[in-house]
């Protein structure tokens, strides 16, 4: 049997309510990304970034996950060894609708890191406020989220993955961030979902769907399934 690779970006979670970045009226609308978001930012002022991440994990824990992750996590536990799930997004909303085995390219919201000893622990959805490391009892921590200007160290895991890959199906993400166009070409067939149409991005995919996650997913699933089954 061959292989299925989902990439999903912020388009996922949209429909369960969670700002994206890059949206109308999205995060970006108000604050300066290399403010909250930056390797250099945070250098200078840690606290504004902490803040700003305890604040995204209050949002985190008022939503929950909508139909696309749920169907998602039934695929992957159909098709086990043959479905990877890769994502974008540092929310957990995949693995609250059950889906195991989710590489998160950019980190996870809901784990802090400690800076002395390099434990990653979840604080689930409080504030980084009065925590201490669990392993050294260490307060220098920080979270567990790749910044602009830092190295993205599960891009390898992508990469290596894709050389296994046959479909490629792309949920909610622009192409912005990561050359999805690219990695459509690398694989056999390839299925782009996105709210908007992008015609430059959609010479790149064999079938796409322009409209919400939510709303694409059942159709998604189907040509996963039938793929998988004439392989």
Avoid at 38 to 54: G, M, V
Avoid at 202 to 229: G, M, N, P, T, W
Wanted: proline share 3%; glycine share 6%; aromatic share 10%.
């Amino acid at each position: 049997m061959k292989n299925v690779m989902i990439l999903s970006g912020a388009g996922l979670s949209a429909p369960s309510g969670l700002k994206t970045f890059r949206d109308h009226d999205g995060l970006w609308d108000n604050h300066n990304v290399m403010e909250v978001c930056s390797a250099t930012a945070f250098r200078k002022n840690p606290q504004k970034i902490f803040d700003f991440y305890d604040t995204r994990r209050a949002e985190l824990a008022k939503v929950k996950p909508n139909h696309a992750h749920e169907m998602i996590a039934k695929l992957k536990e159909k098709y086990t060894k043959n479905l990877f799930i890769i994502t974008q997004n540092v929310d957990d909303l995949l693995e609250r609708a059950g889906c195991a085995e989710v590489t998160h390219l950019h980190g996870f919201l809901p784990e802090l890191v400690c800076m002395d000893c390099g434990s990653i622990f979840d604080i689930g959805y409080e504030s980084q406020r009065g925590k201490i490391c669990p392993k050294c009892k260490s307060l220098n921590l920080r979270h567990n989220i790749v910044m602009f200007e830092e190295q993205a160290p599960m891009y390898s895991v992508l990469y290596e993955l894709l050389k296994q890959t046959s479909l490629f199906v792309c949920i909610g993400t622009s192409g912005a961030v990561l050359p999805v166009g690219h990695y459509a070409r690398m694989c056999e067939k390839s299925i782009l979902n996105n709210l908007e149409k992008d015609e430059k991005l959609e010479a790149y995919f064999d079938k796409c769907y322009y409209q919400s996650a939510e709303l694409a997913i059942d159709q998604i699933a189907k040509d996963i399934e039938d793929f998988l089954r004439a392989a």
